[in-house]
C-alpha cells in the first residue's frame, strides 16, 4: 500500500494554477515534517516545499518562494501545495513525502524522508 497519494496534477497554460493535494492513507504522519519535491524528465530531483508539523514554519526552494504555497490539514492528514503563476520550466512529476522531525537546516535532504507518494504529473504549456 502507498502511504502517500498525489492528486491534482495536469495540465496547464503558463501563468494558471493547480493544487496539488497529498492524502496520508492509514497514518497520521504526528509530529512530522511534510515536503515536496519535484522530478523533470533527465533531471534529477528537488525540493520544492516543506513545512512543519504545526505550519508555523515552511521553507520553499528560490525557483518557486512567492509563487508556491505549502500548507497541512492534521486533522484530515492532508498537505497540499497551491502552485500559482505556474511556468513551463515547473513541469514535473511532483512528489509528496514525510520526514520524521528534523531541524528546519536539512528538510531539503531528500534522503531523509521515509515516505513518498507515487508521483502526480504537472504539465505546464507555454
Known amino acids: 500500500q502507498v502511504p502517500l497519494v498525489e492528486s491534482g496534477g495536469g495540465l496547464v497554460q503558463a501563468g494558471g494554477s493547480l493544487r496539488l493535494s497529498c492524502s496520508a492513507s492509514?497514518?497520521?504522519?504526528?509530529?512530522?515534517?511534510m515536503g515536496w519535491f519535484r522530478q523533470a524528465p533527465g533531471k534529477e530531483r528537488e525540493f520544492v516545499a516543506a513545512?512543519?508539523?504545526?505550519?508555523?514554519?515552511?521553507d520553499y526552494a528560490d525557483s518557486v518562494k512567492g509563487r508556491f504555497t505549502i500548507s497541512r490539514d492534521n486533522a484530515k492528514t492532508m498537505v497540499y501545495l497551491q502552485m500559482n503563476s505556474l511556468k513551463p520550466e515547473d513541469t514535473a512529476v511532483y512528489y509528496c513525502?514525510?520526514?520524521?522531525?528534523?531541524?528546519?537546516?536539512?528538510?531539503?535532504?531528500?534522503?531523509?524522508?521515509?515516505?513518498w507518494g507515487q508521483g502526480a504529473q504537472v504539465t505546464v504549456s507555454s
Open positions: 513525502a514525510a520526514l520524521p522531525y528534523v531541524p528546519r537546516s536539512v528538510w531539503r535532504k531528500d534522503d531523509l524522508y521515509v515516505d
Open positions: 513545512v512543519s508539523w504545526s505550519g508555523d514554519s515552511t
Open positions: 492509514g497514518r497520521t504522519y504526528s509530529g512530522y515534517v
